[in-house]
């Protein structure tokens, strides 16, 4: 039995969704994050990193969205969320690799700045430039690395729901979603799995 720690509106969800597709045992464990629950002694035991997520198994503890979205799929490879093909896996390891290295980047230094800076003139410098960075990152994944319907083409895969997760912060960030038509049709694809019907309803609760 798998338990997951998260979050709700941070990357934790396509972790979540993932464990649910797979068809996975799990258990989820909310983090309360206003009140700093992910600072406690208690959490950084589990995760010294103090985010989310942060996949408890029987062999240990794995952090990190790629990472655990890697091991769910080759845990449970009947659900098929990798293609079999090694170079077509690592194009899907590198598509969120973006995600998580550049995208999930450029969405942090809208709240948090203090990262990268000392200065609070910084920080405002940062946020005022999210909706340019968060448009070019996603203008790349719309022109030239969503193949369609899914990510990776006719095969859903872990790219899937990572999408769909940052896809879902890009209002917050001024991101113009009318240039983004094949972004938005994939995030109204993905609402209607089953799956991630679950998840956002567990997750809103």
């Keep these: 039995m798998f338990k997951l720690y998260y979050a709700p509106g941070t990357c934790a969800l396509a972790s979540h969704i993932a464990l649910e597709e797979a068809g996975a045992p ?55 969320l990798v293609p079999d093909d090694p170079f077509a896996f690592a194009q899907a390891q590198s598509f969120n690799s973006y995600l998580c290295s550049t995208v999930h980047v450029s969405h942090a230094h809208k709240m948090r700045g203090s990262r990268w800076a000392a200065e609070e003139s910084s920080f405002a410098d940062m946020k005022r430039k999210v909706p340019e960075t968060m448009s070019a990152g996603f203008a790349l994944i719309e022109r030239d690395m969503l193949k369609g319907p899914w990510v990776m083409g006719e095969q859903y895969t872990i790219c899937d729901p990572y999408l769909y997760t940052i896809a879902g912060w890009l209002e917050g960030d001024g991101v113009d979603l009318s240039k983004l038509p094949k972004v938005v049709a994939h995030r109204k694809r993905m609402e209607e799995r089953p799956a991630v019907q679950k998840v956002l309803a567990e997750e809103k609760a």
């Design 26 to 80: 799990y258990t989820a464990e909310r983090l309360d994050f206003k009140n700093s629950q992910q600072t406690t002694p208690e959490y950084l035991a589990i995760n010294p990193k103090g985010r989310v997520p942060a996949l408890v198994t029987d062999r240990g503890t794995l952090t990190e969205t790629p990472a655990i979205l890697a091991f769910i799929a080759s845990d449970f490879p009947k659900a098929k």
